[in-house]
């Protein structure tokens, strides 16, 4: 099942009509760091813009500017091609008096400020976003459809973009869980990919389900729950105590990102999840064989959306809105859309 094919939260609220992404500017994104660099130490801290451009294009092109390796370069998250997208990179302060070698067609650097560690991966707090949809032809059901959002909270689908223009990712992570010889051997960052792919396919799987089953947002005797405000998760043994903290979106239940780590549910919550495994093929044992990759975490069913807003311009429908790092921003425009 593609993501387009996926249940919605709002499945009765008919889709909106409209276009989206006819140009950049149609999508913008802009990284809500975890921190700010605090202008001293051996790293410096780019906040850079990029229109039509995806994060590895730039990655590329700095190295090759600074006289450094891609490795050296650190970044928080990736960020869509088709899009107008801010965010901070990290190069050696080393290379500092080669930064205005740096020339990329649609990339600009807006700001330079030295830290003192190199920016890693999941280093920010989320992404505001701005979205037009132009052309919609029914704005009350686009209304109904985020406020809906906005008070129960975005199925956390990992979108489209995670499985590769190919759709094949995640099979590759299969096969590589299983230790099957890959069409093109892949290098450490296509490795991971296509491991987490997998990882998000078993994911998307199992929220089918609760939508589905309509416990989407229901806390399951059994369940991980994962804490709002810090994150942290724990085993429901009561659902009559967490069912209401669910409700007030103070912990929400959280699904498998299978490995050896991943805190484990209970009773028929873990049944549930087992047979994923068995449907796919594999077992929780082959994840060891992804090492660092597929240690196993959980992932919350929803997220929340954050200072929502939408406002009508002419015939368009333009969403602002923020989402914890690693949400799909065009999850929010299934829901609106319908896919029709």
Same mark, same amino acid.
């Given at each position: 099942?593609?993501?387009?094919?996926?249940?919605?939260?709002?499945?009765?609220?008919?889709?909106?009509?409209?276009?989206?992404?006819?140009?950049?500017?149609?999508?913008?994104?802009?990284?809500?760091?975890?921190?700010?660099?605090?202008?001293?130490?051996?790293?410096?801290?780019?906040?850079?813009?990029?229109?039509?451009?995806?994060?590895?294009?730039?990655?590329?092109?700095?190295?090759?500017?600074?006289?450094?390796?891609?490795?050296?370069?650190?970044?928080?998250?990736?960020?869509?091609?088709?899009?107008?997208?801010?965010?901070?990179?990290?190069?050696?302060?080393?290379?500092?008096?080669?930064?205005?070698?740096?020339?990329?067609?649609?990339?600009?650097?807006?700001?330079?400020?030295?830290?003192?560690?190199?920016?890693?991966?999941?280093?920010?707090?989320?992404?505001?976003?701005?979205?037009?949809?132009?052309?919609?032809?029914?704005?009350?059901?686009?209304?109904?459809?985020?406020?809906?959002?906005?008070?129960?909270?975005?199925?956390?689908?990992? #979108? =489209?973009?995670?499985?590769?223009? &190919?759709?094949?990712?995640? $099979?590759? @992570?299969?096969? !590589?869980?299983?230790?099957? *010889?890959?069409?093109?051997?892949?290098?450490?960052?296509?490795?991971?990919?296509?491991?987490?792919?997998?990882?998000?396919?078993?994911?998307?799987?199992?929220?089918?389900?609760?939508?589905?089953?309509?416990?989407?947002?229901?806390?399951?005797?059994?369940?991980?729950?994962?804490?709002?405000?810090?994150?942290?998760?724990?085993?429901?043994?009561?659902?009559?105590?967490?069912?209401?903290?669910?409700?007030?979106?103070?912990?929400?239940?959280?699904?498998?990102?299978?490995?050896?780590?991943?805190?484990?549910?209970? #009773? =028929?919550?873990?049944?549930?999840? &087992?047979?994923?495994?068995? $449907?796919? @093929?594999?077992? !929780?044992?082959?994840?060891? *064989?992804?090492?660092?990759?597929?240690?196993?975490?959980?992932?919350?069913?929803?997220?929340?959306?954050?200072?929502?807003?939408?406002?009508?311009?002419?015939?368009?429908?333009?969403?602002?809105?923020?989402?914890?790092?690693?949400?799909?921003?065009?999850?929010?425009?299934?829901?609106?859309?319908?896919?029709?």
């Amino acid at each position: 099942m593609t993501d387009a094919g996926f249940p919605r939260l709002t499945a009765g609220i008919p889709g909106c009509g409209g276009a989206f992404k006819l140009s950049p500017e149609d999508f913008e994104v802009e990284e809500l760091p975890a921190y700010l660099p605090s202008g001293e130490g051996t790293h410096l801290y780019l906040w850079v813009e990029k229109r039509g451009r995806d994060t590895r294009e730039v990655v590329r092109a700095l190295a090759t500017a600074m006289g450094v390796r891609e490795d050296d370069i650190g970044v928080a998250g990736m960020k869509d091609r088709q899009a107008v997208t801010r965010q901070w990179l990290s190069v050696p302060a080393s290379a500092e008096p080669r930064l205005p070698e740096f020339a990329l067609d649609g990339v600009r650097v807006l700001e330079s400020k030295r830290h003192g560690n190199k920016l890693r991966t999941g280093h920010l707090k989320g992404n505001r976003f701005r979205l037009r949809l132009r052309g919609v032809q029914d704005v009350g059901a686009a209304r109904e459809s985020f406020d809906r959002l906005s008070a129960e909270g975005v199925p956390n689908y990992f #979108g =489209e973009q995670r499985f590769g223009r &190919a759709g094949d990712n995640a $099979d590759l @992570g299969r096969m !590589l869980l299983l230790g099957q *010889r890959l069409p093109k051997r892949p290098d450490r960052f296509q490795r991971k990919l296509y491991l987490s792919a997998f990882q998000s396919r078993l994911f998307n799987q199992a929220l089918v389900q609760r939508l589905e089953a309509g416990t989407f947002a229901t806390a399951l005797l059994g369940d991980v729950l994962r804490k709002e405000e810090t994150g942290g998760l724990f085993v429901c043994e009561a659902p009559e105590v967490d069912g209401p903290r669910v409700a007030a979106f103070e912990v929400s239940p959280a699904g498998p990102m299978f490995g050896p780590k991943m805190t484990a549910s209970r #009773g =028929e919550v873990a049944e549930a999840e &087992a047979r994923l495994l068995v $449907d796919a @093929g594999v077992t !929780l044992s082959d994840f060891v *064989r992804g090492g660092d990759e597929t240690e196993g975490t959980r992932r919350p069913y929803r997220v929340r959306l954050g200072a929502p807003d939408l406002t009508v311009d002419g015939g368009d429908a333009v969403l602002t809105f923020e989402l914890p790092r690693g949400a799909y921003a065009t999850e929010v425009l299934h829901e609106l859309l319908k896919d029709g």
